[in-house]
């Protein structure tokens, strides 16, 4: 174990962070199991995009889990290794055991919790979380203290709770939007007050119940959090998290910020993630899904074609995709011609017009747009038709 690595990555002078929990809150999605092969090739793809921490699983359930995340941190990745633990020292030191530079220490803080889910009280959640957190410390480790139901918690216990983890040396604070109920600017509002209240760094954790967990991480971030949780494929429990691929580019295209991630790699990896945790890539999906570089309305088409940035932000090769023009009901002539010419074939606008409405005929019948064969299919009835009528 490195110790070091940990601290080197996250303690540099750098605007915002990274943390990817695919391997484990993006695991915990009712019916997904990565195999150790797995977890070990989508570590391998994090660390080539750039993530600058990887939390690669909970090392206190032993057996497989703990087996993946040993051989994660023997690979010798650029990414901090952090292991996921409940504020108990049996959790840290299994994390130990595993050769992660960094562990999460995770417990509730929200009223709701304490009484129904842990049956405690507020004092017992701050001795517990402070004697996991100086364990962890006096092992030299990277610590996030994990405010679970952090947006349901009161905000004077909040700030208590984040107090005692930076005494007890706590690096930073994971702020849990755990059922995700925040807006994007509530969660300004929030963050911003308890970052003009304590110095701790602040790590975003939205979840997706509402659709808002890559809008709330944002906000987190303009708000002064530094450190940004996502899973590939906004991946997680119930309605998922904060999606890896639309938070670093709406980083770079939203906010203006220059990021080092190596984004042509996104594609790779969400395409890998989708079939590991067998759930689909929708090809509506935001930044990767493979309708976000396919025009087919005409005037779209037309736009793209004289200059991509009439409907696009990006060039689709940013994240490793290919701009499409296809072709169906909602085309015009100017896409018809440029398609044709991928086929050699020259049309002017009156053949082009007339090819354009069979093709919006059989779109309809057919429910979808066309395939190169069927509209070469198309063309070759017209020729024979026009032949014919000679």
């Known amino acids: 174990m490195n110790i070091s690595t940990g601290f080197n990555r996250l303690t540099q002078k750098k605007g915002v962070y990274i943390i990817d ?28 995009i750039g993530v600058d921490q990887i939390e690669a699983g909970t090392p206190i359930m032993g057996g497989d889990e703990a087996e993946s995340i040993k051989a994660i941190t023997k690979l010798g990745l650029k990414a901090s290794i952090m292991g996921w633990n409940r504020a108990n020292i049996n959790d840290i ?3 130990i055991d595993c050769g992660v530079d960094a562990v999460a220490i995770s417990i509730s803080t929200s009223d709701i919790h304490i009484k129904y889910k842990l049956g405690t009280t507020r004092e017992r959640v701050l001795e517990n979380m402070v004697k996991a957190a100086e364990y962890a410390k006096s092992h030299g480790l990277y610590i996030s203290v994990n405010a679970e139901d952090a947006s349901r918690s009161d905000e004077n216990f909040l700030l208590e709770f984040v107090r005692a983890a930076k005494q007890a040396g706590a690096n930073r604070l994971r702020y849990c939007d755990t059922i995700g109920i925040l807006d994007p600017l509530s969660t300004f509002q929030r963050i911003q007050r308890l970052r003009q209240v304590s110095d701790v760094e602040i790590e975003m954790h939205t979840h997706n119940d509402f659709g808002m967990a890559t809008a709330n991480t944002v906000a987190g971030m303009q708000a002064g959090a530094r450190f940004l949780g996502v899973t590939v494929n906004g991946l997680g429990e119930r309605a998922g998290n904060a999606a890896l691929e639309e938070v ?19 594609k790779e990896t969400c395409e890998y993630v989708a079939r590991a945790s067998g759930r689909i890539l929708p090809s509506w999906k935001a930044v990767v899904g493979s309708n976000m570089f396919a025009h087919e309305s005409g005037i779209h088409a037309d736009g793209a074609l004289k200059n991509p940035r009439t409907y696009e932000v990006f060039d689709p090769e940013e994240v490793g995709l290919e701009r499409q023009i ?24 009156a053949v082009a017009g007339e090819l354009l409405v069979r093709v919006r005929a059989l779109a309809v019948d057919l429910k979808r ?11 070759n009835e017209y020729l024979y038709e026009k032949v014919n009528t000679i």
């Open 369 to 379: 747009t066309l395939m190169d064969k069927e509209l070469n299919h198309l063309y």
């Open 93 to 95: 030191k299994a994390s």
């Open 21 to 48: 929990t695919t391997l484990r809150d993006g695991e915990q999605t009712a019916g997904v199991v990565f195999s150790k092969k797995e977890k070990v090739y989508i570590a391998k793809l994090l660390d080539e």
């Open 248 to 266: 670093v580019m709406a980083l770079k295209y939203v906010c203006n910020n220059a990021i080092p991630y190596d984004t042509g790699k996104l």
């Open 326 to 349: 296809v072709i169906g009901k909602h085309s015009g002539s100017a896409s018809i011609i440029n398609k044709f010419k991928e086929f050699g074939i020259e049309l002017d606008e």
